[in-house]
T-cell receptor, first 113, second 109 residues
Framework: EAQVTQNPRYLITVTGKKLTVTCSQN?????MSWYRQDPGLGLRQIYY???????DKGDVPEGYKVSRKEKRNFPLILESPSPNQTSLYFC????????????FGNGTRLTVT | SQQGEEDPQALSIQEGENATMNCSYK?????LQWYRQNSGRGLVHLIL?????REKHSGRLRVTLDTSKKSSSLLITASRAADTASYFC?????????FGKGTRLSVIA
């Protein structure tokens, strides 16, 4: 089944403790992206990648890192999480950057205390 | 940023009625897409309309695009309780997909 898989689904952590949210897609998509969703702010793009080893900042990249060493995986890394990074995070992928629908994962709800 | 803005923010209708949501954007686009999100879940793509198209249908969904007014509308006909969700428009141009803040639709049985 074609899908985008994010893990974990829920995560509670403390300020400063490094964490990684994994994202994997099995559709051979070139484009992958991370979003955070907060009440009243909609979806905001954190980082995106147009292909292996190519990553770019989105609208809200501060405090996050990503890597794209393989086509299928696009992990989101929080080196030193802070409470303002408490949010619902989504990974998404599509065949190309602009003219294709995005396929979303089911989300990761992160709480930083 | 060419973020789309949906209107209204929230909409409540009876089952069987039609629901119309609007999206406005600021800059020129390649295409405009509509997505649905059930509470707390990932967004699901509904329909994509290209900048040279004016109307598109998919089942009970009808999307229109007016590039002169920089606006789009999503019509859901004969709504069902299962249509209760948030609906987002998203635009692409020279930058990757940018989402609006969504319209929350409640369909009351």
């Amino acid at each position: 089944e074609a899908q985008v898989t994010q893990n974990p689904r829920y995560l509670i952590t403390v300020t400063g403790k490094k964490l990684t949210v994994t994202c994997s897609q099995n559709m051979n998509h070139e484009y992958m992206s991370w979003y955070r969703q907060d009440p009243g702010l909609g979806l905001r793009q954190i980082y995106y990648s147009m292909n292996v080893e190519v990553t770019d900042k989105g609208d809200v990249p501060e405090g996050y890192k990503v890597s794209r060493k393989e086509k299928r995986n696009f992990p989101l890394i929080l080196e030193s999480p802070s409470p303002n990074q408490t949010s619902l995070y989504f990974c998404a992928s599509s065949p190309t950057r602009t003219n294709s629908p995005l396929h979303f994962g089911n989300g990761t709800r992160l709480t930083v205390t | 940023s060419q973020q789309g803005e949906e209107d209204p923010q929230a909409l409540s209708i009876q089952e069987g009625e039609n629901a119309t949501m609007n999206c406005s954007y600021k800059t020129s686009i390649n295409n405009l897409q509509w997505y649905r999100q059930n509470s707390g879940r990932g967004l699901v793509h509904l329909i994509l309309i290209r900048s040279n198209e004016r109307e598109k249908h998919s089942g009970r969904l009808r999307v229109t695009l007016d590039t002169s007014k920089k606006s789009s509308s999503l019509l859901i006909t004969a709504s069902r309780a299962a249509d209760t969700a948030s609906y987002f428009c998203a635009t692409t141009g020279n930058t990757p997909l940018v989402f609006g803040k969504g319209t929350r639709l409640s369909v009351i049985a």
